[in-house]
């Protein structure tokens, strides 16, 4: 036990003590959650252009909407530049010509509009602006048939040409389509002698508003979710199950590094002259799963926190604490021995990427799939996997943290059935240990690595 | 039955790698407080016997016996090794590094005993160095401390003295016969054949998994018998080819040391030679172990 608890204690600190690991967790979740919020500020960096677009309009009625649309557009863009004040819906519909929320503010380019030189191109205009374009000096060129305007053509709407290098993604593309669509729809309104005011009235939409399920007050009364919590309950399993796999990842690396520095160093002939291979692995085992438990303190302290300060107490599932401790410790346990065994089988890191590439990949599906088991945590993926040893850490957390009835026996069902791997993975990692140390050769393939088991 | 006297004994040990026979039914015993050397060509068994000795394998066939001990596989504390190729982390300080294969020896209140080691080796500066900065010689001095922080009561060495210079060589030899004036039993192999005879008190010699030597100087070199004769010719003219008694003509130097087909052949090889020129000098030469290492090698 005392040899134990000595080869413990080296493995923990030389897992926690180094520049590596520090900078791995603090790196770890700004690369997982970090660009959820760096967008919004990155994209503010790239806007604020004016974008030169031309417009050839076959209709020759919807240009001057465009250019009047674009004069406002502009004008309110300056002006909320100048007072840093464009969070109103107002503005919102003018900038991106509709009230559709977009997912975070960024700063709009000026448009400004140009007529064609003719309002139908010909080849050999359309091929003079894509130059243009392709050399930088123009943004767009847009073609709009007359048949837009025809009421016979309403079934089948006449496709307007937006011709850009961006043209998928382009903000301008977007606000062009939201102000014809508007202009073009009055047109053909009053030519059917509508009110275009009445019918917009009587289109106006509904909000079906996503809430969570009531909780009882004190009193007995009901009590509504807070608007907000449908997207925390979302994005929530997400980030318990993205905390159990930086978890695991940052427990099982040093394993791996550890084997490997051991096995080329020649520092393992040093040790089992004073320990057994079993003794060995069963220490590092430990300083693992403690190291990993100082990295799920250091991540839950500081997820707590935030959650706390954004006020989202009432949505953590703190009855998952005991669950995600099992599964991680599992978790961790099970993938730290696998690459300890690959360290120990290994000369080189780069040797390893093979080997542990199907591993990764099989720990990382549920964050692959998580929507899909999110929306049915129940469904026949979704249970698979939470009883699949490598994925049913992650999967099994993310099915309990949705929020929604999982079946009571199936969480101790997956966790003994890890347990039960688990304990099968040690044992002939152990074996697969104890014949790779001192071998001065490295084993390329899983087959390699398992054929020592029979050489020892 | 267990000797009391014998700290290490093998019977009829076998190790078996594949299809490849390591060690095959080997037999040895040895006394306790002497310094064992363990010799042989490369690749022959010694390393595979070390380790079967530390119990780090497992043998396929017969009995280790280690200090009294023949049960389970459980590393002894009462056992210091040196393995051939030295291995310590890299990236830790001298005295975390020795700090830690101490309390894995089991050694209480281990900064003293580290303080200690480093002062009789000299390196007493290095203690907060890490092990990445210091050179193969003083790398390899921390290494012999990490074999004898614990004192030990059976210490192996596996090749100790490769790659160090003379001085170094001195220290740790002097270190190793400290060692033994203090009661305890050393097992080393090495190829320095000088080193072993200077330091030897019994020599062991494995070729192809087999013993083929064990014995005291003494013993091993009257089982090889006096039939070397070294000479040489007074005008330093070469012998003949052939010499009737003669098995072999081996160049020393000078001389030619004629390998005899038996003691018995002396007076009728000097005759022989006395024929056919001036013999300036005439001797007979006991093999040394370098001698005997390499005609068994040779077979």
Redesign the interface.
Known sequence: M??LL??AH?EYA?MVATKAFLFTLIMMPILMFGGLFLMPKLSTLSGGKTQRIVVADGTGKLLDSLKTSADDRNKWIQASVEKKENNSADTKKLVNGSDERRGFEEQPDIYELIAAESPELNDAARLKLSDEIRSGTLYAFVEIPAAVLSEAEQTTPAKISFVSQDAMLSSARQWMAAVLQDRVNTIRLERLNLDPQLVAKANAPLAVDPTMPYTAKEDGSANAAKSGDTLVALFLPFGVMMLMFMVIFLAAQPMLESGM??KS????????????PTQMMAGKLIGNVCGSLMIFAIYGIGGWLIVDQNGWNANLPWNLIPWFIVFQLLGVLFFSSIFLTVGASISELKEAQSLLMPIWLVLMMPMMIWLVALRDPNGIVATTLSFFPPSAPLMMILRLASGQTIPAWQPPAAAILLLASTALVVFFAGRIYRASL?RTDSARTLKQIFGRLS?H | MIDNNIAVHLDGVRKIFGSQIAVDNLDLAVPKGTIFGFIGPNGSGKTTTMRMILRIYKPDAGQVTVLGDTVGDVADDRVGYLPEERGLYRRMTVRRVLRYFARLKGVKRPDAVITEHLERMGAQDWGNKKIEQLSKGMAQKIQFIVAVISKPQLIILDEPFSGLDPVNMEMLRDAVLELKKNGTTVIFSTHDMEMAEKMCDRVFMIYKGKKVLDGTLDEIKSGYGANVLRVRMADGSPLPETIPGVNDQIQSGRFVDLQLESESMRSTVLRNLAAVGDVEHFETVRPSLHDIFVRIARI
Do not use: H
């Open positions: 005392r040899k000595v080869i080296r030389a520095e051991e160093q020649r520092i393992a002939e040093v040790l089992l002259g004073s320990v057994t001192l050489n």
